[in-house]
Each structure stands twice: as structure tokens, then as C-alpha cells.
């Protein structure tokens, strides 16, 4: 349904009589007419007689100040009534060219919205999938993040031990700088075990 054709079936819908409309056929009359039940029973279309052997059917032409209307015949309507008409005319009745044009008003607007259903259930898919799809990647970041402080545990671990194993015992050479090791721990400043064991120092 293209946004013109939306635009010129939301124009009949305001302009006709407000729904819901009912079809009602009390005792007393002789066709059933149709109504808007909740509007003190406004009329929207009956039928009657027209002469001796045929009948029309009339609807209301109503006024800001004449909600309830004065019933007229369809013919009434039309735009051209003389004898030479065209066949097919637009009606200037609101609720004529309503009932009119439902017809192909109300398929065109159940296809929108089967449209939108099936675009709203694509990006719901679309979306589960990209939840899904995050929700694996935090899982691996976690778990990698995860390995990497164990890790860094570990390293600090095996600093200490290292740590132990070559300062713990009686003073001496760095091996690395040649420097004393000891309470003073003195190394040269390019010391490559120094810097290795630096942070691991109790």
C-alpha cells in the first residue's frame, strides 16, 4: 500500500460517519437500515421507496451544526444526473465513497500490515541472532580474560621462585650484571635480571 493510497483511504475513513456501523431492522419497518448504534442510533444508509415501482437508497448530508443530517437519495449525489452520464461517478456523499472504495481499501491495508509482521518478525530474528552472537563473544572474552589473569598469577609465581632461587641464598655475583647480590641487591642499571625480577621483590 503506498503512502498516496494510505493518505486518500485515512481522508474517507475521517470523513465518513464514526463506525461502528450496525445493521439494524426493528419491528415496524419494512427493510433493515444501517446505524451507528452509539450515536443516539445515527443513520448511515436506508432504503425507500421511489414511485410506484422502484426504490433508491438514501444517505445523510449532515453539518457541524446538523450532526443527525437529512436523509437524501444516492442519486442526489452524483455529480452528473443528466441523461448522458458516465457510468461510474465519484460520490460527494462521505459515506458513499466509504462503502465505495472498502472494497479495495481494506485488502490493501490487511496486505501493509502482513508486510510489516513479516518485516517485524525479519528484525526480531535479526536481533536474536545478534544477542546470541555478543553473547558468544563476551562468553570467549570472559574466558580469555579469565586464562590471562591465571596467567599473570602464574608468572608472578614463577617470578617469586625465581626470585628465591637466585637471591635467596648466601651474598654473591648477579650472574646477569656481576653486581652483589644481598640486603643492598646492587646491579647495574641495564641489569636484564634486575628488570625481569623487578615487582617480584618481597
Not at 460517519?17 to 450515536?39: C, D, F, I, M, Y
Not at 555478543?134 to 614463577?158: F, G, Y
Amino acid at each position: 500500500m503506498t503512502h498516496k493510497q494510505q493518505r486518500a483511504a485515512q481522508a474517507r475513513c475521517d470523513a465518513a460517519t464514526p463506525g461502528e456501523w450496525l445493521w439494524r431492522w426493528p419491528s415496524g419497518r419494512n427493510a433493515p437500515h444501517l446505524v451507528h448504534p452509539r450515536k443516539g442510533m445515527l443513520l448511515v444508509m436506508d432504503a425507500v421507496r421511489l414511485g410506484m415501482n422502484a426504490a433508491t437508497v438514501r444517505f445523510a448530508t449532515r453539518s457541524p451544526v446538523d450532526k443527525g443530517g437529512i436523509m437524501s437519495s444516492a442519486e442526489n449525489y452524483m455529480p452528473d444526473a443528466s441523461g448522458k452520464r458516465p457510468d461510474y461517478q465519484e460520490p460527494s456523499n462521505h459515506d458513499m465513497a466509504f462503502i465505495a472504495h472498502a472494497r479495495a481499501d481494506l485488502p490493501l491495508a490487511l496486505a501493509e500490515i502482513r508486510r510489516l509482521e513479516a518485516q517485524v518478525e525479519a528484525l526480531k530474528e535479526a536481533f536474536s541472532g545478534a544477542c546470541r552472537d555478543h553473547e558468544e563473544v563476551s562468553d570467549k572474552l570472559c574466558s580469555e580474560i579469565t586464562k590471562l589473569n591465571a596467567m599473570e598469577d602464574e608468572i608472578e609465581k614463577l617470578k617469586e621462585v625465581l626470585y628465591r632461587v637466585q637471591w635467596g641464598s648466601e651474598p654473591g655475583n648477579c650472574p646477569d650484571c656481576g653486581g652483589l647480590k644481598g640486603e643492598a641487591y646492587t646491579h647495574a642499571p641495564d641489569c636484564k635480571l634486575a628488570a625481569a625480577l623487578k615487582g617480584a621483590m618481597p
